[in-house]
């Protein structure tokens, strides 16, 4: 007989590849929300994340991001109403990505895991090409904040 012992965590730190992580933690929020039926992605164009959503068995809800003169940045004004019309608890997560190698302005992680928290939906924040920069991961530590 398999227990799941629930915790209250806040960040963890998984070193492996992005494809592997997301299924790790899909599988795993999938343990508490198994009615969940979507991931919502801020987009970045990393064909990994897409594949690990669509081969956890999910529907993707792609939000573009707004875009700037030459880069690109994850906005928030459509992440409340789309949890609103698909309802929090057929939501798995949202996945948003700091650095990518394309030239792009993060995510707003900080807004973006407001409103999950405000919602109670899981926030991954994809960060393999940030962990090198220091305002990034203070970013990141102030989103948990």
């Not at 965590?9 to 999938?30: A, D, H």
């Not at 992605?41 to 690990?52: G, H, P, V």
């Not at 529907?59 to 004004?77: F, H």
């Not at 928290?117 to 924040?125: C, L, R």
Request: charged residues 20%; proline residues 4%.
């Amino acid at each position: 007989m398999t227990k799941i012992y629930k915790t209250e965590l806040k960040s963890l730190l998984i070193p492996v590849p992005v494809g592997v992580s997301l299924m790790l933690c899909l599988m795993t929020f999938r343990l508490e929300r198994n009615f969940a039926e979507y991931v919502i992605w801020y987009r970045q164009d990393n064909d990994i994340i897409l594949k690990s959503i669509v081969n956890g068995g999910f529907t993707p809800i792609i939000l573009l991001s707004n875009y700037t003169v030459d880069q690109t940045m994850g906005g928030v004004s459509v992440l409340e109403e789309t949890i609103k019309q698909r309802s929090a608890e057929k939501i798995n997560c949202v996945i948003s990505t700091t650095s990518c190698s394309l030239p792009r302005e993060p995510d707003d992680i900080g807004s973006i895991s407001k409103v999950c928290s405000e919602y109670n939906v899981p926030h991954i924040i994809v960060n393999d090409h940030g962990l090198q920069s220091r305002k990034i991961m203070k970013n990141i530590q102030d989103a948990h904040e």
